[in-house]
């Protein structure tokens, strides 16, 4: 424990280090302030901290959390204890969010580029030279291009909404958020499927497949816990990866399943379970339609046939099958959540929400349920109409089944690359950065270069706001006051969270609320924006006239949470009121109206042998978090996993540098050779290789996954597929 | 990128090919805009709070396909035809069973 040569780090290190840190920025902040107190007597004395709720952003889930404030100053972070969605935890990033209040790198100024774009030089500007400007930019595009030459983007964040009614007020048809780089296929699968997209209730679950989700790493609260405390009392938990996963090292079982045949596996599943007869007929009959001819359709698809796609042997997919079935309807195919992988990934997803159909698990403990009543309310707006505009979204029809209020981020950067349908010419961006996630990065940098203006809110200087005409400084969730957001957590129900300020903005930050309120009022659209977030708060909460003074007092509000199975005898919400294990609409529209597998194309080029795949850490959640100071110690850089044969046959050794290079890109990082990945495949982290000067921990430091990553989307609804790329790799110095 | 746009310009003639009862006719945007305007003084105020999401497309369509007989019709004063097909779009294109429904309040 000790011995300093050691380069792993405990969680009481980590704590310590924390602590270490924040409080080094505490007396750098407080020395021009007053003195230490004279030294109390001892005893019966209240603590030297204030405690104030709030929220945590260091990545989406949004895990309530206690701040120790000290003469002005956050020390610590520590979890909620009421707030039962993260059982009560924070993790590791959440700790460090310490480290992002008090950043080096954050941003203090509204800045204006004056060198050429992405060069790196800027000019510090008055927020009023700042907002003049962007108003009079935006208001220029939208007469030259009409409303919708405006795109806006907004990340995960409690005040994204208000880009979203911002983009409506102006007129524009053209936002995206960080989904369609992320999870639509799943999204698309599941509401295609049940008509809704239910969560996994893993709590309850008695047995979970884990297909593709590093559940143990990348963090989704409660899941993460859950799926822990599940084992301990006996669940079991089968993880299929080409990578043996921290999830896989704890889980009850591990397959090394060949990338791209997840499909295969679960028809098997189905398969199995059809011809066994281990499904509830009269579940069957009553509520999904199509099982004859889902029947007809994996009749051939047995585990022996699965076994020479997947890799894993026929019998322990029969035995999985009829232990899922034995479980049902406590157990399930956990749906995900990243399920940007794929070109066909709507369709794998389909396979996936067909298993849990066939365990009749819907709305039911342990299986998936309907998302909870929130009891959130709108607060209405009636945004204008602009007869000039197109019809339609710049990425419209693009793919048959987008969706509408998201589009596809790929889709829209080839339209604006294309200047068709029509020219987008200018781009608002919050607190998301396709430059650091979406494919392809030459490209997005081509998208940028076809605009006249571009204006990036952050807390930093990320990749894309390096890009940026207009860089404007946003605070900290630390910093901000926030509207409410619904939270949810399986069976046990929604909870409500907003965030209070526990310190004043630094620097001259301002929350994009405050930005997009005063360009309104610049614009002429004042009356979309006529309250403040306390007022609108109440608004949200009209429901529920306790919740204001509950969340003042707990950091949480949990709304009645009706008893499962309360849509037993209720029509889903699909065409033909049933789980459409057969997708009529998809066979409507022409499409695959059941999952049809098709083998995973092999690399088109024999010096591009490894498929690559990618993923977080539980330290990271991608380019938002790498830089932080604190989680740099734990990530300080990615590398590659490589696998020890392949290695050998490469001549690389351990940490040797190794070049990878795709059609697109090319980069180079530290190779981690292991046996505890497919031979085939290569995996990275997200979140490095950036090229922002902003960056001070990541700026050239390991290997872009854009950088690397082809052009290739979801063919039904155009999320990225991010799975699709071979690399060769050969040590650096080599012939 | 040779493969990229190719890709692209297939999905586009395959989108364009699978014209759909997904879709109605009218401009659900425009749809949207006027619902707001015509519709939502009286739905969520004195009459039925509705949305998109309150019906599934077929009982969208059976309302609309008479849509004399809905009680309020008689009140819809300056709605044109072409304003109503809009209306319908959005109400349609939105429903509870749609591809893209509208999220609930």
Known sequence: MNDNSTRQISRRDFLRLAGTAATAVAATAVTA????????????????????????????????????????????????????????????????????????????????????????????????????????????????????????????????????????????????????????????????????????????SKYVILAGANRLEALVTPDSMDLISIMKEGAKVVVLDPRYTKSAALASEWHPIRPGTDMAFMLAL???????????????????????????????????????????????????????????????????????????????????AIVNALLGNYDRPGGLVPARPAGLKKVPGEPPWYDDNPPGRVDAKSVPLLFDEEGSFVLTREAVIKGAPYPIKGWFVYKTNPMATAPERAKTREMIDKLDFMIVVD??????????????????????????????????????????????????????????????????????FDFDIESYRLKQLAAFPEAAEIIKRDGVFYPPNPPLGGTDGAAFKTPSQKIELFCS??????????????????????????????????????????????????????????????????????????????????????????????????????????????????????????????????????????????????????? | MKRSSIGIIAALVLALAVASLAFAEGNARKGKFLYRQKCRT???????????????????KKTFAKWEGIKCAKDWKGVSDADRGDIYSYLHDYAKDSPSPAKCN
């Open chain 1, 270 to 352: 189905a398969n199995v379970i059809i011809t066994e007869k281990l499904y509830d007929a009269k579940y069957m009959a009553e509520r999904t339609s199509g099982l004859d001819k889902l029947a007809d359709h994996v009749a051939d698809m047995t585990p022996e046939w699965a076994e020479k796609e997947t890799g894993i042997p026929a019998a322990d997919i029969r035995r999985m099958a009829r232990d899922l079935a034995a479980a049902a309807p406590s157990s399930m195919v956990y749906p995900g959540r990243r399920t940007s992988d794929y070109e066909n990934s709507t369709q794998i997803r389909r396979s996936f």
């Open chain 1, 459 to 528: 807390i930093t200087m990320s990749d894309t706001a390096w890009m940026a005409d207009l860089v404007l400084p946003a605070p900290s969730a630390m910093e901000r006051t926030d509207p409410v957001q619904a939270l949810q957590s399986g069976a046990e129900g929604a909870c409500l969270v907003w965030r209070d300020a526990v310190i004043p903005p630094l620097y001259q930050s301002r929350p994009v609320f405050d930005i997009l309120k005063i360009l309104a009022g610049k614009l002429g659209l004042g009356e979309f």
């Open chain 1, 33 to 204: 302030a007053t003195a230490p107190e004279a030294k109390a007597a001892p005893a019966v004395q209240a603590p030297k901290w204030e405690s104030k709720y709030s929220v945590c952003d260091m990545c989406f889930n949004r895990c309530g959390l206690i701040a120790r404030v000290e003469r002005g100053v956050i020390t610590k972070l520590d979890p909620n204890p009421k707030f039962t969605k993260s059982r009560g935890m924070l993790c590791a990033r959440g700790n460090a969010g310490v480290a992002q209040v008090y950043d080096p790198d954050r941003l203090k100024t509204p800045l204006l580029r004056v060198g050429a774009r992405g060069e790196g030089k800027w000019k510090a500007i008055s927020w009023d030279e700042a907002l003049e400007l962007a108003a009079t930019k935006m208001k220029d595009i939208g007469e030259k291009y009409t409303r919708c030459g405006m795109l806006f983007s907004a990340g995960a964040d409690m005040q994204s909404g208000f880009v979203n009614r911002f983009a409506e007020a102006f007129g524009s048809f053209n936002v995206t958020s960080h989904e369609s780089l992320c999870l639509l296929s799943g999204n698309r699968a599941f509401l295609d499927t049940f008509g809704d997209v239910p969560l996994p209730d893993v709590k309850n």
């Open chain 1, 585 to 735: 609409r998809y066979a409507e529209m022409g499409l695959d109206p059941l999952p049809v597998y098709t083998p995973p194309k092999p690399s088109p080029d024999t010096a591009r042998k490894f498929r690559l795949v990618v993923g977080r850490s539980a330290c990271i959640t991608q380019a938002s978090s790498t830089n932080n100071a604190l989680l740099s110690e734990f990530e300080p850089e990615n590398m590659l996993w490589l696998n020890d044969e392949a290695a050998k046959e490469l001549g690389v050794k351990q940490g040797d540098v190794v070049q990878v290079e795709s059609p697109v890109g090319k980069g180079e990082l530290k190779a981690l050779v292991t046996p505890k990945i497919r031979r085939d495949t290569v995996y990275m982290l997200s979140g490095f290789g950036s090229i922002s000067g902003g960056l001070s921990h990541t700026k050239g430091v390991g290997a872009s996954i854009v950088e690397l990553m082809e052009t290739r989307y979801d063919s039904i609804c155009g999320n990225s597929a991010i799975h699709e790329t071979f690399l060769s790799v050969k040590k650096k110095g080599a012939a």
């Open chain 2, 42 to 60: 009286c739905h969520g105020a004195t009459a039925s709070d509705l949305s998109p999401n309150s019906k599934t497309q077929a009982d969208w």
